[in-house]
């Protein structure tokens, strides 16, 4: 009896912490590109995923993966949609979230936002869904993360948000000017929240093959695979935290200058 008890209490030991302790992520913008790829790997890893897109019914291969996947939840979510972040939240309400991952991002209309057209309704759009909707996202989602282990608000950003980098080649102003702005919303953010263990970061995918990269006219050397991107994002996700976050933090590893 006391031999079995011994052993139950060990099975215990090793089971509980990863079925009671498996870490959350939510993902937007989860149903193609790098949110697909990184939804993918989540759930493979056994993390709990909450993957969002805007439309699940057309969200072929995120449905797929939730069906293959336990751990993996698909939610519509439009971050520019006010009723339909709130929504979330509170369907998750008591739910601890390790890592809010604001993925979601457009590139906008490559022809109205240069030198010759810029059309400023267009460049509103972008900065709906590139910075107010991530900042919607941490405001209501603070206390889901708040009640987690890693505390981690981490969004999206780019090279093309960087000032140091804007030398040779302009162009995507409502792109630049979006990703700049969540630069400075995120910073702001964590030195508010910093006291509070939470973990605001910016992190950057590099130059990945997705619909947005094509649609930018780039595709020359020097871009990457969805897999390649999601594998240093892993890595870069895992390791920040509140000594080394600051300057946003390439897939590979490289600090991204202001
Ligand atoms: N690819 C690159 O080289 C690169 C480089 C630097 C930074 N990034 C950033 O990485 C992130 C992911 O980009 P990606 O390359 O994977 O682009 P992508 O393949 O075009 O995917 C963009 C994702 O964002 C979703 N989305 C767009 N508007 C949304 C909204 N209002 N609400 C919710 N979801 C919305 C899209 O959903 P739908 O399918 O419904 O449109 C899609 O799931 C973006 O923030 C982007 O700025 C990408």
Known sequence: MHKFIRTITV???VLLPSIVS???ILITGSNRGIGLGLAESYAEKGWRVIATARNPGRAEELNALAAKHDNLTVDELDVTDDSEIAALAEKYNGTAI???LNNAGILG???KQ???NIDYDEIKFIMDVNVYGPMKMAKAFLSHVGASEQKKILTMTSGLGSMTL???LGRFYGYRMSKAAVNMAMRAMHADLKGQGYVIGLIAPGQVQTELLFASGFRGPGS???DESVAGL??????VNAETVGLPINYDGQAIPW
């Open 166 to 168: 804007t030398q040779r």
């Open 234 to 239: 892993l890595n870069v996700i895992d390791s």
């Open 114 to 116: 240069n030198a010759q």
């Open 98 to 100: 390790d890592v809010l």
């Open 11 to 13: 099975v215990l030991a």
């Open 109 to 111: 209309d490559i022809d």
């Open 22 to 24: 498996a870490e959350t």
């Open 224 to 226: 990457i695979t969805v």
